[in-house]
């Protein structure tokens, strides 16, 4: 079954400023379809140790997208998209700050000599010529590290990196003409 929940859906589905009963409704709304009989419980007294919450929320997983995490979070119910859960996700936890722009912008003449180098052969070994996206962690210092994922110590920030398919080739409409 495809994935009901994608990042087009990611926001707050239940605000937890208007109790904590609100939010059991919405869960409730939104585990309908997938399991009425959990449905049911949520509408009814909550028990002390929010198993039926906690089952919603894995119910609700199962269909959603890789990388989706469905989670409560201030008394919110929220659904993000959570790069370090998708499977698609390459992660480099110690990729130098340094080279940042050069991975933003490609290597040529950003980088001094030895730095462009070193920068080079990872992406060449890592990425093989193929194109990606990349985004660095969010509200994550840089942090000393002695091994960076290449080049010399240096403070390093985590990089997720997802590989780009190649796009189906177009078709010549003028030479498949019957």
Not at 36 to 59: H, Q, V
Not at 105 to 117: A, S, T, W
Not at 127 to 155: L, V
């Amino acid at each position: 079954m495809k994935p009901i929940y994608t990042k087009e859906e990611e926001g707050c589905y239940g605000d937890g400023s208007l109790g904590h009963s609100h939010v059991r409704e919405k869960l409730a709304h939104l585990i309908f379809p997938f399991n009425a009989g959990l449905s049911d419980l949520l509408r009814e007294d909550p028990s002390d140790d929010m198993s039926e919450e906690d089952e919603a929320l894995e119910i609700l997983g199962e269909h959603s997208a890789p990388g989706m995490v469905w989670e409560f979070h201030d008394g919110d119910l929220i659904l993000r998209y959570d790069p370090e859960t998708d499977p698609d996700i390459l992660t480099y936890e110690h990729f130098p700050e340094w080279a940042v722009p050069a991975m933003e912008y490609g290597e040529g003449g950003l980088l001094p000599g030895d730095r462009n180098k070193g920068f080079t052969e990872w992406a060449d070994r890592e990425f093989k010529g193929k194109a990606f996206f990349y985004t660095i962690k969010e509200d994550e210092d840089a942090a000393f590290s002695r091994s960076p994922e290449f080049g010399p110590a240096s403070n390093c920030v985590t990089l997720y990196v997802r590989i780009m398919e190649p796009a189906e080739p177009v078709k010549d409409l003028f030479t498949e003409q019957a």
